[in-house]
């Protein structure tokens, strides 16, 4: 069984008997001590009070852009301990909006955010639920505006970097895991008030790459050569690796294009077609407008690239269902320690019927849900067919399994 905690970050410095510095204390009164906190917001261990959570994390297809993770905790506030207008609760005038969050299982951190809302239910029998929504900084970006500026030419992950320590956005500079990214951009004119997400979003379309939230926090952007980061967490139905419960297998068009437009900002539309895929499947159209990029050359790539990789119909496994519950304190790790952009190994055997599916897959999307007697894990994946070709990489560095030579 994973040992889950949960925690929000109440400032109780005016509550009395607080664990905050007291003079003269022979405990809180020591100078540069860890327990010597003037005031602020500290972690507080609610798990006692947990019920149940969920956390969902990521996006469900590859092309989609990822979205804010969010949480919902299930709390146990029969003795109004949770209840905002309660004064004898020792968390008073704390249960409120914008309190931070922290959710860890085996003391790995699998969200980090901040309140929505208190959503408080009651029953007539007397059995009382607080349920916190919550969210992480995504949410806070999308209603971020930034300020006035013009931009340097200069690579994706840099561009990310300067748009985060914008004046309307001020994200802290420790809370950053960026790549430089491979794509070089346009110097471009931002104007008051442009939103901060919505313009983060088309420098990712313009690697193309990944920005998301990680489980701890940080802003993390990804580029287009992906690393597959060692030998990758493998899932097995055959014993040869970590069970799993469900297996969602998509073979159809979702994410099939053959008919691909890229106009950069400031300049042309590039265009790439695939006539065969026009004949057998019709015409399936796919947009990207308004990008930074530095050259109409680098625009007609990017559309070469996207209808060489979605021309044709997609076989991949969707979602994997794991109850880690049971399962072994290392495997349960393993799990656990996984991120939106992992690389994962799943062998598939239908109806245990030989030869084995065997294929690697890239984590977009990581849900959890959990119960005084469930922890289910569930993990959206990607295919890693015609990513980007990567020397001595285990994955991406075998050009007999379709994988794409980088531009």
């Known amino acids: 069984m994973a040992e889950n905690k949960v925690e929000l970050g109440f400032d109780l410095s005016g509550v009395p008997g607080a664990e905050y510095a007291k003079l003269d204390d022979a405990f809180y009164g020591l100078l540069d001590a860890p327990q010597t906190i003037l005031g602020g917001a500290i972690y507080q261990d609610v798990t006692p009070y947990v019920i149940g959570y969920s956390i969902s994390r990521g996006k469900s297809r590859q092309l989609d852009k990822y979205q804010a993770g969010r949480v919902n905790v299930q709390l146990d506030n029969n003795t109004r301990i949770f209840d905002p207008l309660y004064a004898a609760s020792p968390y008073v005038g704390q249960i409120i909006p914008k309190r ?30 607080a349920a916190i929504i919550a969210s992480d900084a995504f949410t806070q970006f999308a209603n971020q505006e930034l300020s006035g500026v013009t931009n340097t030419a200069q690579f994706t992950g840099q561009r990310i970097l300067s748009i985060l320590q914008n ?6 500079s420790n809370r950053v895991d960026l790549e430089t990214g ?3 951009l346009q110097a471009d004119t931002i104007t008051d008030g442009a939103g901060a997400l919505a ?23 990804k580029d287009r050569q992906a690393a597959s980061a060692g030998t990758p967490v493998e899932f ?42 026009k004949k057998d499947f019709g015409i399936q159209t796919l947009s990207r407008t308004e990008l930074p990029l530095d050259t109409d050359d680098s625009a007609q790539d990017l559309a070469d690239y996207l209808v060489a990789q979605f021309a044709q119909p997609e076989y991949r496994f969707e979602s994997l269902e794991i109850e880690i519950f049971d399962l072994s304190e290392s495997d349960q790790t393993k799990i656990l320690d996984l991120e939106l952009g992992d690389f994962v190994r799943v ?10 599916i065997d294929r690697y897959a890239e984590v977009i999307g990581i849900a ?40």
Request: aromatic fraction near 12%.
């Open 100 to 129: 931070a969050v922290r959710i860890s299982s085996n003391d790995v951190v699998q969200f980090e955010g901040l309140i929505d809302d208190w959503d408080l239910s009651y029953s007539p029998n007397g059995n009382s639920i």
């Open 182 to 184: 491979k794509q070089f």
């Open 167 to 172: 004046a309307g956005m001020q994200w802290p």
């Open 347 to 356: 062998k598939f055997t239908p109806n245990d019927t030989p030869p084995a």
């Open 236 to 277: 097995a139905d055959d014993d040869t690796g970590i069970p799993y419960q469900g297996l969602a297998v998509v073979y159809g068009a979702e994410l099939l294009y053959n008919d691909v437009a890229v106009t950069r900002l400031n300049g042309g539309t590039a265009t790439a077609e695939n006539v065969e895929s």
């Open 368 to 407: 959890q849900a959990t119960t005084s007697k469930t922890h289910t894990v569930t993990l959206s994946l990607a295919t890693t067919e015609y990513n980007f070709f990567k020397l001595s990489d285990s994955i991406f560095g075998r050009l007999s399994t379709g994988n794409a030579l980088a531009y």
């Open 199 to 221: 313009y983060i979003q088309r420098i990712t379309e313009s690697e193309p790459g990944s920005f998301f939230v990680s489980k701890s926090g940080d802003a993390v952007f």
